[in-house]
């Protein structure tokens, strides 16, 4: 480049660096003016202090919502520079480019101050919490109680742990897979902390502790994404159009997620329609929504308008929608950080011991009307369930409109499995499933084995493989070339064994139940939620290594399938047989707590747990068997077929039958008539 043009370039990324520097000072301004002025209102500034109390002081009270809004800044900031380096900009055969390279750099610098905001929230969380001044508090042991016992310090602590590890391992990433794991890594560092605030105290805090988490995972990608975007048109960096082109298709799903996400926590704090107007934490609410409602107008106008500007290479109005958005963006954070700072109103509870640990009243004796009858919403599942059955039918319908088609056993099968998994989680087996160890262990069979293999027989990786279009650009990846680095990763390689995935299936239930596991997981909802996913992923890898159709890293031959199923079944039998002769209830001090008044003892309903674990497992193994000789069947004909081809398109090549022994046999007869014809 000449000088001149050096120079040219100097300059605009001169302009582009004030210019980013301007909008993050406004951005911080309209964050912390939205705190300051939400926290006067809702009353939070000037708390009743009562003579002869211990206080906190004004530092803390001032100073704890401003460390939570820099840590809640900085992890968007961190997921938002991470997805434009692993989504938003095109790849060169999964290696970075040298903008995307940039972002990760940044998200490592940004993930310690993530870090360190962390560790001031901690520090001001306990000056909270003990009532005294924050110099008491560094002075004294209860820090290092309150990050190793306490379930808001283990949170913090947490998210200082995972902040670190992102900044360190950001500084050598150059693969787009290293950025992809550390975004996620990102996503699940921002979770704790919100999952031990006002949404683990709610009444229904089942509902309440998965809508916080959605609404902060799909908030955090739509703020984060577009604050990067913005700093990538303003420092005028190449492929602008590429990244907001896959930003606009990803906002338009977190608007609807952050949407319904905030409905059902609104449902699961407030009791009633009026707390909404009648309590600082309603109109919190109210102003947040009305932000939210902003946000959705301009990303509205965005994709009509902006982004077809922007195609025609006229960013200024696309810089100036986009920095306007920002703004409002944060203005919703710092409302967030207000709310998060001010408790819903005080719920009228029933006079229920059961109610504050399951967050409703406990049900009636176990009958087999009441658990057709006692439907419960699980928001978790439900989002599961949606998710996956919306995503099979839009490949089905994608494929019917490119004129291919699926085969309608795999459809059948995999819808079967939705409907199992619906009942196992929405019905009123998942309401006792938290009362009774029996239908506990009733839903823990379902879904490990009992759902996986309808889903495993549905294919949905091969589904997706066919109905997803290749990327676009040459080298890049979109969602069929992650599915694919997926497949072949080393990780999924591992697992895949099938000696990983058998001990996975069956040391795996063992270990959750034969140790502090299990009432570790009991007494939390985070707890309820590892495990279902546990059960459905390794049941799915189990029987996806048994009677897989989708591609996998390893083909076992169908005796040796057979062979396995036989041998790791009555590994559940024997854990029934554990279980059935049992003196002792697991998890005693969960089921204790619930009060139950009817009913069998904790003990004989353990031990019809076994029982069902024991005698559960006939149902699936004949399942498996039929699928197992169905496909054996299949493979042998398509052999026999492909022999056929072979053998035919031979026979067009030499004269002969096709087959060769019975060739060479003939030959063999030719020469011998054709001697004894000479001999003549």
């Not at 902003?294 to 308008?305: D, N, Q, S, T």
């Amino acid at each position: 480049m000449s000088r001149p043009g050096q120079a040219a370039a100097a300059e605009r990324a001169g302009s582009g660096s004030g210019r980013i520097v301007k909008l993050a000072l406004a951005a911080a301004a309209a964050a912390i003016v939205a705190l300051v002025i939400a926290m006067i209102a809702s009353g939070a500034a000037t708390p009743r202090i009562i003579p002869g109390l211990p206080d906190q002081g004004a530092f803390t009270r001032w100073g704890m919502p401003l460390a939570k809004l820099t840590m809640d800044t900085a992890g968007v900031l961190t997921i938002g520079a991470l997805l434009a380096a692993a989504v938003f900009l095109p790849s060169d055969k999964g290696l970075l480019g040298k903008p995307a390279l940039a972002y990760v750099k940044a998200a490592s610098w940004i993930a310690l101050v993530w870090a360190c905001a962390a560790a001031a929230t901690m520090v001001f969380s306990l000056s909270e919490a003990l009532g005294l001044p924050v110099t008491d508090v560094l002075g004294g042991n209860e820090l290092t109680s309150f990050a190793s016992q306490v379930s808001q310090g283990i949170a913090l602590t947490l998210v200082v742990l995972f902040a670190v590890a992102i900044a360190l391992f950001a500084r050598g990433a150059i693969t787009v897979g290293t950025a992809g794991g550390l975004l996620v890594l990102a996503l699940v560092t921002l979770l704790p902390p919100a999952l031990t605030g006002h949404s683990a105290s709610s009444p229904n805090h089942d509902l309440a502790t998965t809508g916080v988490a959605v609404h902060l995972l799909v908030l955090a990608l739509w703020v984060g994404g577009l604050v990067v975007l913005c700093t990538h048109a303003l420092r005028r960096q190449p492929q602008l159009e590429i990244a907001a082109t896959r930003f606009s298709a990803m906002a338009l799903w977190c608007f609807i997620g952050v949407g319904l996400s905030g409905v059902f926590s609104v449902i699961a704090r407030l009791t009633s329609i009026s707390e909404l107007y009648t309590s600082a934490y309603g109109l919190l609410l109210l102003a947040k929504t009305a932000a939210f409602v902003v946000l959705g107008l301009i990303g509205w106008w965005h994709r009509k308008r902006t982004l077809p500007l922007l195609t025609a290479g006229s960013p200024r109005t696309f810089v100036r929608f986009a920095s306007g958005e920002v703004l409002v963006m944060f203005v919703a954070v710092g409302l967030a950080v207000a709310l998060s700072r001010t408790a819903p109103p005080p719920p009228i509870l029933p006079v229920d011991q059961a109610f504050d640990v399951l967050g409703y009243v406990m049900p009636p004796e176990i009958s087999l009307a009441n658990l057709a009858s006692l439907w419960w919403f699980d928001l978790f599942s439900g989002t599961l369930i949606v998710l996956l059955g919306g995503l099979y039918l839009a490949g089905i319908i994608r494929l019917a409109r490119r004129g291919d088609s699926w085969s309608g056993g795999r459809t059948a099968a995999w819808f079967v499995g939705m409907v199992i998994l619906v009942i196992a989680t929405q019905s009123g087996v998942s309401r006792y499933a938290k009362v009774l160890f029996s239908a506990h262990m009733a839903e823990h069979m379902t879904l490990s084995m009992l759902v996986p293999i309808f889903l495993v027989l549905g294919a949905p990786v091969t589904l997706a493989l066919r109905a997803l279009k290749p990327a676009a650009r040459r080298g890049d990846r979109g969602p069929r070339e992650w599915l694919t680095a997926i497949l072949h990763s080393r990780f999924l390689r591992v697992v895949g064994h099938p000696a990983v995935a058998t001990a996975i299936f069956i040391v795996s239930t063992y270990a959750l139940y034969f140790t502090p596991l299990f009432p570790a997981a009991m007494e939390e909802h985070l707890g309820h939620i590892v495990m279902t996913m546990h059960f459905l992923l390794s049941g799915s890898l189990f029987f996806w290594v048994i009677i897989g159709v989708d591609p996998a890293p390893y083909k076992l031959p169908h005796v040796a399938r057979l062979i396995l199923l036989f041998v790791t079944m009555p590994f559940h039998a024997f854990f029934g047989l554990a279980l059935m002769s049992m003196s002792t209830v697991l998890a005693s001090e969960w089921y204790d707590q619930l009060g139950r008044t009817w009913g069998a003892s904790g003990v004989h309903d353990q031990q019809t747990g076994g029982a069902i674990a024991w005698g559960f497992g006939e149902v699936p193994t004949l399942i498996v068997l039929l699928a197992l000789a169905f496909q054996w069947w299949r493979d042998d004909e398509r052999t026999a077929r492909h022999a056929d081809r072979r053998a035919d398109a031979a026979a067009a090549r030499t004269g002969g039958t096709g087959d060769a022994k019975l060739d060479a046999y003939n030959d063999y007869l030719a020469k011998l008539s054709k001697r004894d014809s000479e001999k003549k």
